[in-house]
C-alpha cells in the first residue's frame, strides 16, 4: 500500500503522500512542525486543531482540509482517519485502511499523558511506520506530575534569588506544553514566535494559559522575577542579554544527558519531551501488533536492531523528518535583537 519514496511516503493505491517534503498534489499532514509540513503542497489535508497551525507557518492562502479524531474519509479507495498522537495540540497517527490491510504512520508521538495534548491512543495495524527520536534505552521520561515540581522548585528558588526564570523550547508544541507546568506560579510572558503560535493555536477554539506577550524592547524592571519562555534560537542572543538577573534553563529530552546541559551553557536542563521515550517506542510498537515495522528518523539503527532481536520484524527508513534546525531558523528569523 506505501511506497518510500524521494518526495516522501508515498500511499500508492491512494495517490497521496504522508508528511512529504518535497511539493505534491495532495499531502496528508500528521502535525504542524516544520520537518512534518512543508510548502508547496497543492492540497493539505489534517487534523482540524492543526489547520489553522499550517496557515500561520506556512501561508494562509494554501488549500486545507480538515478532519476530527476517528473521522473516516475515503480517498481513491483507501479509508483514512487520524488517531491521536500526544506529540503536540492537533497531532495524529494516520491510519490507512485498504482492501482489509491497515498501515499506521505515527508522524511524532508520545504515550505519556501531559496536561495539554489529546492522549496517544493505540491503533492496530498490519504495517507501522514509527519515529525513533529517542529510540535508546538512556531515554525514560519522568510523570508529569514529577516534572512539574522539578520545574517549579527550579522557579521558585529563582525568585527566592532575585533571578528571572528564562525557560527554552520550541514555539509550537514544547512551549504551550511548559506553560501548563508552570501556570499559576506567576505572569508568563512569551516571545513573539510563541505569542503567535498561540494565537494560531486558539484560534482553534483551544484554551491555553494565559501569557503576555515580550517584544525587544522591554521594560527591565517589568520581567524581573517572572517566567519567560524563549525559542531555543535565542539561546545566546541579545535579547535574553536584556533579561535581569536571567536563570536559564532548556526544556528538552536531550536533557536527559547532563553533558548537552553543559554543552549549551545554561543553568538547568529538565527532559520535557514530546516524543516517545524507550519504553514508550516499545509499548507503541507492541500495542499496534504489527506485522512488519518501518523505524524513521533518530535512532532508527539501534531500534530497528532491537525490535528484531525481539522477533519484531523492523527495517530503516530514510526519511527528511528530524529537522529542529527548521524551527530554530523560524525563532531567529522572529527575534528581536
Known amino acids: 500500500m506505501i511506497k518510500f519514496t524521494k518526495k516522501g511516503i508515498y500511499c500508492i493505491p491512494g495517490k497521496f503522500y504522508l508528511d512529504p517534503w518535497l511539493p505534491v498534489e495532495y499531502a496528508i499532514i500528521s502535525h504542524g512542525h516544520a ?29 486545507v482540509e480538515t478532519l476530527g479524531y476517528n473521522e473516516p474519509k475515503t480517498i481513491n479507495g483507501v479509508r483514512v482517519s487520524f488517531h491521536p498522537a500526544g506529540h503536540i495540540i492537533g497531532s495524529a497517527q494516520i491510519r490507512l485502511e485498504h ?23 493505540s491503533v492496530k495495524c498490519h504495517e507501522f511506520i514509527t519515529e525513533s527520536t529517542f529510540g535508546l534505552p538512556i531515554y525514560k521520561w519522568l510523570p508529569e506530575k514529577v516534572l512539574q515540581q522539578q520545574l517549579h522548585d527550579w522557579i521558585l528558588q529563582n525568585k527566592a534569588n532575585n533571578r528571572t526564570s528564562v525557560l527554552f523550547g520550541y514555539s509550537l508544541g514544547k512551549a504551550q506544553r511548559i506553560m501548563k507546568l508552570v501556570e499559576g506560579l506567576d505572569e508568563i510572558l512569551v516571545h513573539n514566535a510563541i505569542y ?142
Not at 493539505?44 to 492562502?61: A, M, P, Q, V
Not at 499523558?113 to 492522549?119: A, E, V
Not at 506577550?213 to 517589568?222: P, Q, S
Not at 526519511?319 to 524551527?327: A, H, I, K, M, V
Open 35 to 63: 520537518d512534518h509540513a512543508r510548502w508547496g503542497m497543492k492540497h493539505y489535508l489534517c487534523h482540524t486543531h492543526t489547520k489553522n497551525i499550517l496557515k500561520h507557518r506556512i501561508s494562509d492562502d494554501i488549500l
Open 99 to 121: 482492501k482489509g490491510k491497515v498501515v499506521v504512520f505515527t508522524g511524532d508521538y508520545k504515550v505519556k499523558d501531559d496536561y495539554i495534548t489529546t492522549p496517544f491512543e
Open 196 to 337: 503567535h503560535s498561540n494565537n494560531a493555536i486558539e484560534s482553534s477554539g483551544i484554551v491555553l494559559p494565559k501569557t503576555t506577550r515580550l517584544d525587544g524592547y522591554f521594560n527591565k524592571a517589568d520581567v524581573q522575577n517572572k517566567i519567560i519562555i524563549m525559542p531555543p534560537g535565542l539561546l545566546g542572543s541579545k535579547m535574553l542579554t536584556r533579561v535581569p538577573n536571567a536563570a536559564t534553563a532548556i526544556c528538552s529530552g536531550w536533557m536527559q544527558v547532563r553533558g548537552n546541559r553543559r554543552w549549551r551553557g545554561v543553568d538547568a536542563g529538565f527532559a520535557v519531551s514530546d516524543h516517545a521515550d524507550w519504553d514508550g517506542l516499545l509499548q507503541a510498537v507492541k500495542e499496534s501488533e504489527a506485522e512488519k515495522v518501518y523505524v524513521t528518523h533518530g535512532s532508527q539503527a539501534t531500534f530497528t536492531k532491537y525490535l528484531n532481536k525481539i522477533g519484531i520484524k523492523a527495517q530503516e527508513v530514510i526519511t527528511e523528518y528530524g529537522d529542529n534546525e527548521l524551527e530554530a531558523a523560524e525563532a531567529k528569523k522572529e527575534a528581536i535583537t
